[in-house]
């Protein structure tokens, strides 16, 4: 199959720039890179379509055509859409219908060919595929990755924020893009089935998509990146890693600890993760002390217990909060916080804490989908993890009742000691699910099957493909304004 990925935001270029530097270069590019290299590998030609940006502060972007070194069958594809510029992803909407719509039809038009189907990302992506659906004729798939409606409970949008909420984010537009895309799509990708229910069954969607219409979806998770997470991978950050981590346990643990298991945190210092209720369960628990010690990984803080310099206001007040309980509970000499600044160094730290039965804990309150977790076990780390979200799908077999990893109410401290203490204070038990969470993650949780999924799905579309669309619902919605946003929002407030 001839495949394109319409991602105009962000950008891709060989060498990965601005991975996670920037907002519009976040997990999206990841997971659209690695699904693409992974068809393409698989013998597809693929194309992943984004924008062409001529600015001489972002040079990486301005040729029209790019490659991924050693990739055979994948180009990148640079289109233009609005000024030469940088423009960040809320600033599009304007120039994707009227410019980057037709200059891709007039990129392939000039190669004298059309490709066969088309797979689209985030709303932005799904607004143009569902353009190019009506006038190219071409089925395409629509994964949401980040939906407008969740984004603007999560800014608590109301009634009186909304119009500066909209001025900022152009959520009218955002959601007007989502509710065409998912109306008009050939099938909506979720990684979950919760996914489904939860974030398409938002009342801002009501009309566009029945999120318990199965047909309309199908659950495709993402991979885990197993040249970096992975056992028995080494990278050029092992060794000085590992010194590290052994530089920051003799600065923080009593020496007598430093050889213990670690139960391992990592995550954003944001309120939703949770690291309080970890802290509280390490507190309040004795047995659980004395079998291992707690590391809490913040990224760019070398010393954040001690030392906030570099923390914003919110994440000061999490970790105001997390010394309080440290403090009053006596904890220091048992627990260790310090940075680790890449994938390859938190992968290294990983594998060089499993050769102490170490494990990783994640207490967010809700984790959509839970890559972090997947990544820790399959570089060696059995997982102790919110059973609130993906993790309840991924770390359990919904037929056998198997678990690879641990679920716990992330709301209860007692329940998370609990978990933990099944890993660590049981040797045999640790090894049972280091191990079946490695086969886990190799039988379901690779970027080849993530792939060969979207092949499926793709084939099975083009398959039974009726330019008209068998179910799109005509809803009186589809073109949202300002007015409309604010009543839709407002009637579940
Ligand atoms: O990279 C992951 C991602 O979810 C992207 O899809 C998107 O660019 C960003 O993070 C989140 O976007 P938003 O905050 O607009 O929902």
């Given at each position: 199959?001839?495949?394109?990925?319409?991602?105009?935001?962000g950008n891709?270029?060989?060498?990965?720039?601005y991975?996670?530097?920037h907002?519009d270069?976040?997990?999206?590019?990841?997971?659209?890179?690695?699904?693409?290299?992974?068809?393409?590998?698989?013998?597809?030609?693929?194309?992943?379509?984004?924008r062409?940006i001529e600015d001489a502060d972002w040079?990486e972007f301005?040729?029209?055509?790019?490659?991924?070194?050693?990739?055979?069958?994948?180009?990148?594809?640079?289109?233009?859409?609005?000024p030469p510029h940088f423009l960040r992803?809320?600033d599009?909407?304007?120039?994707?219908?009227?410019?980057?719509?037709?200059?891709?039809?007039?990129?392939?038009?000039?190669?004298?060919?059309?490709?066969?189907?088309?797979?689209?990302?985030?709303?932005?992506?799904?607004?143009?595929?569902?353009?190019?659906?009506?006038?190219?004729?071409?089925?395409?798939?629509?994964?949401?990755?980040?939906?407008?409606?969740?984004?603007?409970?999560?800014?608590?949008?109301?009634?009186?924020?909304?119009?500066?909420?909209?001025?900022?984010?152009?959520?009218?537009?955002?959601?007007?893009?989502?509710?065409?895309?998912?109306?008009?799509?050939?099938?909506?990708?979720?990684?979950?089935?919760?996914?489904?229910?939860?974030?398409?069954?938002?009342?801002?969607?009501?009309?566009?998509?029945?999120?318990?219409?199965?047909?309309?979806?199908?659950?495709?998770?993402?991979?885990?990146?197993?040249?970096?997470?992975?056992?028995?991978?080494?990278?050029?950050?092992?060794?000085?890693?590992?010194?590290?981590?052994?530089?920051?346990?003799?600065?923080?643990?009593?020496?007598?600890?430093?050889?213990?298991?670690?139960?391992?945190?990592?995550?954003?210092?944001?309120?939703?993760?949770?690291?309080?209720?970890?802290?509280?369960?390490?507190?309040?628990?004795?047995?659980?002390?004395?079998?291992?010690?707690?590391?809490?990984?913040?990224?760019?803080?070398?010393?954040?217990?001690?030392?906030?310099?570099?923390?914003?206001?919110?994440?000061?007040?999490?970790?105001?909060?997390?010394?309080?309980?440290?403090?009053?509970?006596?904890?220091?000499?048992?627990?260790?916080?310090?940075?680790?600044?890449?994938?390859?160094?938190?992968?290294?730290?990983?594998?060089?804490?499993?050769?102490?039965?170490?494990?990783?804990?994640?207490?967010?309150?809700?984790?959509?989908?839970?890559?972090?977790?997947?990544?820790?076990?399959?570089?060696?780390?059995?997982?102790?993890?919110?059973?609130?979200?993906?993790?309840?799908?991924?770390?359990?077999?919904?037929?056998?009742?198997?678990?690879?990893?641990?679920?716990?109410?992330?709301?209860?401290?007692?329940?998370?000691?609990?978990?933990?203490?099944?890993?660590?204070?049981?040797?045999?038990?640790?090894?049972?699910?280091?191990?079946?969470?490695?086969?886990?993650?190799?039988?379901?949780?690779?970027?080849?099957?993530?792939?060969?999924?979207?092949?499926?799905?793709?084939?099975?579309?083009?398959?039974?493909?009726?330019?008209?669309?068998?179910?799109?619902?005509?809803?009186?919605?589809?073109?949202?304004?300002?007015?409309?946003?604010?009543?839709?929002?407002?009637?579940?407030?």
């Amino acid at each position: 199959m001839h495949i394109v990925f319409l991602n105009p935001q962000g950008n891709f270029d060989p060498h990965d720039s601005y991975w996670s530097q920037h907002p519009d270069f976040g997990g999206q590019l990841v997971y659209v890179k690695e699904v693409a290299v992974a068809l393409a590998q698989a013998g597809h030609e693929v194309d992943i379509v984004t924008r062409r940006i001529e600015d001489a502060d972002w040079p990486e972007f301005a040729s029209p055509v790019d490659h991924y070194e050693g990739v055979r069958g994948l180009r990148i594809v640079r289109v233009p859409c609005g000024p030469p510029h940088f423009l960040r992803k809320e600033d599009l909407w304007p120039y994707l219908g009227t410019e980057w719509v037709p200059g891709i039809r007039a990129f392939y038009k000039h190669e004298g060919r059309k490709p066969d189907v088309l797979t689209t990302h985030y709303a932005d992506g799904g607004l143009c595929g569902a353009i190019l659906r009506q006038q190219w004729g071409l089925p395409f798939t629509f994964t949401g990755h980040s939906l407008g409606a969740q984004k603007m409970d999560k800014l608590h949008a109301s009634a009186e924020n909304l119009a500066a909420l909209d001025a900022e984010y152009h959520f009218s537009q955002r959601i007007m893009a989502e509710r065409v895309a998912m109306n008009h799509a050939d099938r909506v990708i979720v990684s979950t089935q919760q996914e489904r229910v939860e974030q398409y069954g938002h009342r801002l969607y009501a009309g566009a998509i029945d999120p318990t219409d199965e047909r309309r979806f199908t659950v495709v998770p993402p991979g885990v990146n197993l040249r970096i997470f992975a056992e028995t991978a080494v990278n050029a950050q092992e060794e000085a890693t590992q010194a590290h981590v052994k530089r920051m346990f003799k600065r923080d643990l009593f020496p007598e600890r430093q050889h213990l298991p670690a139960i391992v945190s990592s995550s954003r210092l944001d309120a939703k993760k949770n690291h309080l209720a970890l802290v509280q369960a390490f507190a309040g628990n004795k047995r659980l002390q004395e079998h291992a010690n707690l590391v809490i990984v913040v990224r760019g803080m070398e010393d954040p217990l001690r030392d906030h310099g570099a923390a914003s206001a919110s994440e000061r007040a999490i970790l105001d909060e997390i010394v309080a309980v440290i403090n009053a509970h006596e904890l220091w000499g048992k627990l260790s916080a310090f940075s680790l600044n890449s994938q390859l160094e938190l992968a290294a730290a990983y594998r060089a804490l499993s050769r102490q039965r170490s494990v990783f804990c994640l207490t967010a309150l809700y984790e959509p989908f839970g890559l972090a977790p997947l990544e820790a076990i399959a570089a060696g780390l059995p997982g102790v993890v919110t059973r609130n979200g993906g993790p309840s799908e991924s770390l359990v077999d919904a037929t056998t009742g198997q678990e690879f990893g641990v679920l716990v109410d992330p709301a209860n401290p007692a329940d998370i000691a609990r978990g933990l203490l099944r890993v660590v204070a049981d040797a045999s038990a640790w090894q049972a699910f280091h191990d079946a969470g490695i086969q886990r993650v190799l039988a379901m949780y690779t970027w080849q099957r993530t792939a060969a999924a979207y092949a499926g799905v793709l084939q099975e579309i083009l398959a039974g493909f009726v330019p008209v669309h068998p179910y799109f619902t005509e809803p009186a919605l589809l073109a949202l304004t300002p007015a409309d946003l604010a009543t839709l929002y407002g009637e579940g407030a």
